[in-house]
Nanobody, 121 residues
Framework: QVQLVESGGGLVQTGGSLRLSCAAS????????MNWYRQAPGKQRDLVAS???????NYLDSVKGRFTISRDNAKNTVYLQMNSLKPEDTAVYYC???????????????WGQGTQVAVSS
């Protein structure tokens, strides 16, 4: 079994910072891509940032220059440093990993339970 456990959410004022972490554990052969998604009430789940195993990153336009995704491959952990937070960043943030549990697998999606980020104006 594979588990993704997020931490680091909370309440912060506009302009503040938070750092989210997500640790993957269990039977993991290789993690291809690690992503952060977010979902605000009544809205669809959006991809916020992604990082491939080689370090290539991509960001949602609205967070470029404010958020930074990074990963520690040795720890199977992904981070999201969020600076200059705005009220519109308020959402539940979900960690996602596309990974293989054996060398013979196709990559499958795994999700964390989500962590709430709230930004007050």
């Amino acid at each position: 079994q594979v588990q993704l456990v997020e931490s680091g959410g909370g309440l912060v004022q506009t302009g503040g910072s938070l750092r989210l972490s997500c640790a993957a554990s269990g039977r993991i052969f290789r993690i291809n891509v690690m992503n952060w998604y977010r979902q605000a009430p009544g809205k669809q789940r959006d991809l916020v940032a992604s990082i491939a195993s080689g370090g290539t990153t991509n960001y949602l336009d609205s967070v470029k220059g404010r958020f930074t995704i990074s990963r520690d491959n040795a720890k199977n952990t992904v981070y999201l440093q969020m600076n200059s937070l705005k009220p519109e960043d308020t959402a539940v943030y979900y960690c996602n990993a596309k990974l293989l549990t054996t060398p013979w697998d196709l990559a499958s999606n795994y999700w964390g339970q989500g962590t709430q980020v709230a930004v007050s104006s």
